[in-house]
């Protein structure tokens, strides 16, 4: 990596936003959209924010927090807005939101909220240094300080429960025939 590669990067640098009508296929046995819909759409997008950010593919390794506020229904337009709140060594934090409005237009309402933690690979798909971010605005640092919070408690968790993954030296459970 050049040494211009890891200068610092405003957040509005790596903002993403796009639409996706929901269709039938997209639909609960309610009629309404599945909520691992939207979820794959937050993922695809903070995924899109943090590699525009790290200049590197991005893999989930976290789910901070996923809150479905409303149901989006078939028809509607999704719109899902992303953006890096705040970057570790290899790690970043994306925010991301997600509203939804009818497709013959009409209000347009907050359905989604979600923060992801992400890590930035090579080629190898070896965790990677990432570029830091440079908080330009008040609502820059505020999304800043509070990513920080939200990593603390996720270090916080991790002490207390021991690991997010399997614990260590355990078994597969074996496979059914």
């Known amino acids: ?64 927090e996923l809150s479905f506020y409303q149901p989006v229904n078939v028809g509607d337009v999704l719109f899902v807005h992303a953006r890096v709140n705040a970057v570790g060594s290899k790690s ?39 570029r830091p971010l440079v908080a330009e605005t008040d609502d820059d640092r505020r999304r800043e300080r509070q990513a920080g919070i939200r990593r603390q408690f996720r270090k916080e968790r991790i002490e207390r429960l021991g690991t997010y993954g399997p614990v260590p030296g355990a078994q597969p459970a074996p496979r059914k025939p």
Not at 96 to 117: F, I, K, M, N
């Open 1 to 64: 990596m050049v040494a211009d590669d890891l200068a610092g990067r405003p957040p509005r640098a790596s903002e993403v936003t796009f639409a996706r009508t929901m269709t039938p296929l997209d639909a609960n046995l309610l009629g309404k959209v599945h909520g691992g819909v939207i979820m794959h759409e937050v993922d695809s997008a903070a995924g899109i924010a943090a590699a525009r950010h790290a200049g590197h593919v991005c893999v989930t390794v976290a789910i901070d």
């Open 92 to 130: 970043l934090e994306v925010g991301v939101r997600v509203e939804a409005e009818p497709w013959h237009g009409g209000q347009r309402r907050h359905t989604t909220s979600a923060y992801l933690v992400l890590v930035g690979l090579d080629e190898d798909g070896t965790p990677v240094r990432v």
